[in-house]
């Protein structure tokens, strides 16, 4: 019977603890508002939700060596990160059936927006959030040069950057499932 006590005053003592514990892990700290309010954005692929601002492909290049540079490589094509800059395969999509094929702005990407919003949120990796907007602007239109998707005398903005069709727009199949394990 003793033990009986002893495993219930056990699972009281542990049941106790999940609830005053319930939601945290013991690390970290609430957000400010400032911080929720600098990553509370919401771009579409349409463009809605991108912000005021512009940006050139000459200011894009200075930051991105001053910002982008020692994680991506200089021209983009190297990293020791993630590959930003590539066309090939301009023909075809074979990223299903073909291993060791770099997924890069200029061949993988569907929308200019959602490298926007990407870069806007996460980037730099040292302090993501922390750009503004006509820098975000800027590194999104010399990265759109690079892959050679835009002139270098295009000014990106929340107008034009919508307009920007991708070589890879039309390759991706929209998912019409409503829920459930149904796979296509």
Not at 72 to 97: I, K, W, Y
Not at 105 to 129: H, Q, S, V
Request: proline share 7%; charged share 25%; aromatic share 10%.
């Amino acid at each position: 019977m003793v033990w009986l006590a002893t495993i219930v005053a056990a699972l009281a003592t542990a049941q106790a603890e999940t609830e005053d514990d319930k939601g945290t892990f013991g690390f970290g700290r609430t957000p400010t508002e400032a911080e929720i309010k600098a990553l509370d954005i919401d771009v579409m692929a349409d463009g809605t939700g991108l912000p005021d601002g512009e940006g050139t492909v000459a200011k894009g290049e200075e930051l991105y060596y001053q910002l982008c540079a020692s994680c991506h490589g200089v021209t983009g094509t190297e990293g020791p990160n993630d590959v930003l800059v590539g066309r090939e395969p301009r023909e075809g999509f074979p990223f299903a059936t073909t291993t060791g094929l770099s997924r890069t702005i200029g061949n993988y990407w569907p929308y200019a927006t959602t490298l926007y919003d990407y870069t806007y949120r996460a980037m730099p990796f040292d302090e993501p959030g922390s750009l503004t907007p006509d820098q975000v602007y800027s590194l999104v239109a010399f990265l759109l040069h690079k892959n050679e998707i835009i002139a270098e005398d295009v000014i990106i903005d929340k107008n034009s950057l919508p307009e920007v069709v991708m070589p890879a727009r039309d390759r991706f199949v929209h998912d019409n499932r409503v829920g459930g394990p149904e796979l296509r």
